[in-house]
């Protein structure tokens, strides 16, 4: 009998023992955390995947985690908990990303923000949820690439890829006959390009030169310029034209008018 509450007595103490063990290394857990870190609140439309322990990143590195998730009306409200070295700005960003594609484990990116002011941890922050992936989209993008693969393994493509590789070898051995005659082609090309490069050069040349011809008839410089500046000069040299011409129109009419032959 005495053996037996002896017995219990020592289990009852190892269990009180573990529960203080239990509760101290909580207790000391949160002590740490709460030297060394701080809390802040993000709100998400959909918190999908996320779950309480998911890491919190800063630049690719774990500075924080999860600590809680709850229904906030129509908003989802998440605890985290955050390094005391990380200083969060006013225009801070959070946001639910995926590990790997598929594998289904989130973790939240957090921007620090650049802004001068910084954030008011009493307030929370406005994240953005990450899109949903289920089985059934993922279903609908394996489905073309199993019909890539059927049409592969018909041999459709074995076919193909040697109608080109015959094609190439076609082409290769066109070229090798004919590179004499292409070599000569792209030398007559290249002295034709230097001509026109030349005729170009000396039409750019007497554009410049019409250029300041025109200028100078414009400003009234030269004879043409002047003659086309001087209204009366210009009907004089009109009018002297009219009766030149009238002139020589005569003379071929009536030359023996103009040209007097005495015989001796």
């Avoid at 929370?124 to 393994?153: M, Y």
């Avoid at 109608?163 to 004499?180: F, M, V």
């Amino acid at each position: 009998m005495k053996a037996k509450n002896l017995e219990l007595k020592v289990g009852i103490f190892i269990v009180l023992g573990i529960v203080v063990l239990v509760f101290g290394y909580l207790w000391m857990k949160q002590a740490k955390m709460k030297s060394k870190g701080y809390k802040i609140t993000i709100h998400f439309n959909d918190a999908t995947g996320l779950k309480r322990g998911d890491p919190l990143w800063v630049l690719g590195v774990q500075k924080g985690r999860v600590l809680s998730i709850k229904l906030a009306g129509n908003k989802v409200s998440t605890r985290c908990y955050l390094d005391n070295a990380v200083v969060l700005k006013k225009d801070a960003q959070a946001a639910i990303r995926d590990v790997a594609l598929i594998s289904g484990t989130k973790f939240i990116e957090l921007k620090v923000g650049e802004d001068k002011e910084l954030l008011d941890i009493s307030k929370p922050i406005t994240g953005k949820g990450s899109p949903s992936f289920s089985l059934g989209e993922l279903g609908d993008i394996l489905d073309p690439i199993r019909s890539i693969a059927e049409k592969i393994s018909s041999g459709d493509v074995e076919k193909t890829m040697e109608h080109i590789s015959t094609t190439a070898q076609e082409l290769a051995a066109l070229l090798k006959e004919n590179r004499p005659g292409i070599k000569r082609t792209l030398r007559k090309a290249e002295k034709d390009l230097d001509k026109i490069v030349a005729v170009a050069d000396k039409l750019d040349k007497n554009l410049d030169m019409l250029s300041e011809v025109l200028e100078d008839i414009r400003e009234g410089k030269g004879t043409v310029g002047k003659l086309m500046q001087d209204e009366e000069l210009y009907n004089e040299l009109g009018s002297t034209l009219k009766e030149t011409k009238a002139l020589l129109k005569d003379i071929k009419e009536n030359p023996k008018k103009y040209i007097n032959i005495r015989v001796f």
